[in-house]
């Protein structure tokens, strides 16, 4: 009885064995199934991660970084509305050609009447390549103290580098830029192709606090944002849209079309071809002559989004060329397609000059541009009296002495049959200047 509990009990333990070699044997031989798994999940992470850095690297030598890091405005880019006009503003300078803020400050409260959608600083109405880092962001703090809240402060922060385009780009948006406007670096322009120019601008946006507006102005840098670069930056969640000074409507319509997908918006940047931006897509401009006839170029606008097409061609046309002559732009032959010919001649002495006739502080420009010549300043004058925006009345001598006409004092509207006109005297200072009563037409 005995002996056979013992043998029960004895094939029970042997069971037991053989049942825990078994499942160890399972264990075991999961584990190797595990192991296999692993390395399966392995080699795969291994040929994605090939893939993806084969990607990567082609990406990357397009110049697209595969992982945009999220600036806490990345949401503001999305929802900033771009539309509308915006005067690059142009910069005052003492007679030691230091900033004069205090004339800053005087055209600023004139500009703040004015329906701009907002400013931009430091474009190349403002001379920026020929202010220092730290001018360049005073400037922007100065404007940002005078600036109605509802106005949008769009600074320039282009610089040769990357690295010192993030670290100005920074600056500005710390002095209470709402957006950045990124000019195309141009030195080594033979070097500047989509790949370099999408990882500089990639690098840019994916550092910069605030959204950032491409800026391409082939005639002054000498190269034209491409656009397959323009297509692959309008993906970025930090890059709001382009500002194009090229000036070539084609260009412009085709960018528009090709980023119809995205959050991205077009500024034309120049009064000259305003009209004929809107017409393809464009939802702004930044014009030069809008520190001019600020006014006018804000009725083009509405004139043009309110398809009141016979009077924005009217208007369009009077404008064409005062634009032409107060144009950054400088004139290069290569980049001068026919329709922006017109539109670039005097350049910022000229914007200056037609500041002062207009009310407001222009003076000289920075060394090395120089003041117009008189040929110029008669030309300039013919290109803005030709088109009745100035219409000397009374013109008697002027005799000015180096000191730019100021003190210019604004009367009166006057609607006359659906004619605007204002009514400006001026009485210069310093010089043996007379009161010259001039009666702008608009
Ligand atoms: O000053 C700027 O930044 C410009 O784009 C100039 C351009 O708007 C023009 O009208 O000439």
Same mark, same amino acid.
């Given at each position: 009885m005995i002996k056979a509990l013992i043998e029960r009990e004895e094939r029970r333990e042997g069971e037991g064995e053989r049942r825990g070699e078994r499942e160890e044997g399972e264990r075991e031989e999961e584990k190797r199934r595990e192991t296999?798994?692993?390395?399966?999940?392995? &080699?795969? %992470?291994?040929? %994605?991660?090939? %893939?993806?850095?084969?990607? @990567?690297?082609?990406? =990357?030598? &397009?110049?697209?970084?595969?992982?945009?890091? /999220?600036?806490? +405005?990345?949401?503001?880019?999305?929802?900033?509305?771009?539309?509308?006009?915006? $005067?690059?503003?142009?910069?005052?300078?003492?007679?030691? &050609?230091? @900033?004069?803020?205090?004339?800053?400050?005087? +055209?600023? /409260?004139?500009?703040?009447?004015? $329906?701009?959608?907002?400013? !931009?600083? /430091?474009?190349? +109405?403002?001379?920026?390549?020929? =202010?220092? &880092?730290?001018? %360049? @962001?005073? !400037? !922007?703090?100065?404007?940002?103290?005078s600036l109605p809240a509802d106005k949008l402060l769009m600074a320039g922060s282009g610089c040769e580098s990357t690295k010192a385009t993030i670290q100005l780009t920074q600056k500005m948006a710390a002095a209470g830029a709402d957006a950045v406007l990124v000019v195309t670096p141009c030195f080594y322009k033979g070097k500047m192709n989509s790949p370099a120019l999408v990882q500089h601008f990639t690098k840019v946006a994916d550092n910069s606090p605030v959204p950032v507006v491409l800026y391409s102005v082939p005639a002054n840098t000498g190269l034209e944002l491409p656009l397959d670069a323009v297509m692959g930056l309008s993906e970025h969640p930090n890059i709001l849209g382009l500002k194009d000074s090229g000036g070539d409507i084609t260009q412009i319509g085709l960018i528009v079309h090709k980023t119809k997908t995205q959050d991205f918006q077009v500024l034309a940047g120049s009064a000259g071809f305003l009209m004929a931006a809107y017409s393809v897509g464009a939802v702004g401009g930044v014009c030069a002559l809008a520190n001019v006839l600020g006014r006018e170029v804000c009725e083009l606008e509405h004139l043009c989004v309110s398809g009141r097409l016979e009077e924005a061609r009217a208007l369009q046309q009077r404008l064409i060329e005062p634009n032409a002559a107060v144009s950054s732009i400088c004139c290069t032959e290569d980049f001068d397609p026919p329709l922006t010919q017109v539109t670039r001649k005097l350049g910022v002495p000229a914007l200056k000059q037609a500041m002062e006739w207009f009310g407001f502080h222009g003076g000289a420009c920075r060394s090395p541009l120089q003041p117009l010549t008189e040929a110029e300043t008669q030309q300039l004058r013919r290109d803005f009296c030709s088109n009745g925006w100035l219409i000397a009345v009374g013109l008697r001598k002027f005799n000015l002495s180096n000191t730019p006409m100021n003190n210019s004092r604004m009367s009166t509207w006057k609607h006359t049959g659906g004619q605007q006109s204002r009514w400006f005297w001026w009485a210069g200072f310093g010089g043996a200047c007379e009161d010259q009563q001039v009666h702008k037409q608009v």
């Open positions: 296999r798994r692993e390395g399966g999940r392995r &080699e795969e %992470r291994g040929r %994605r991660e090939s %893939r993806s850095w084969r990607a @990567v690297s082609v990406l =990357l030598s &397009e110049g697209l970084s595969p992982a945009w890091k /999220q600036t806490r +405005n990345h949401a503001a880019a999305a929802r900033l509305d771009l539309r509308g006009i915006y $005067p690059p503003i142009a910069t005052p300078f003492t007679p030691q &050609e230091d @900033v004069d803020f205090q004339k800053l400050e005087e +055209n600023l /409260q004139k500009y703040a009447k004015i $329906p701009f959608r907002g400013l !931009v600083v /430091q474009g190349s +109405n403002g001379e920026y390549p020929f =202010l220092t &880092e730290e001018e %360049r @962001v005073e !400037v !922007v703090k100065a404007v940002r103290r």
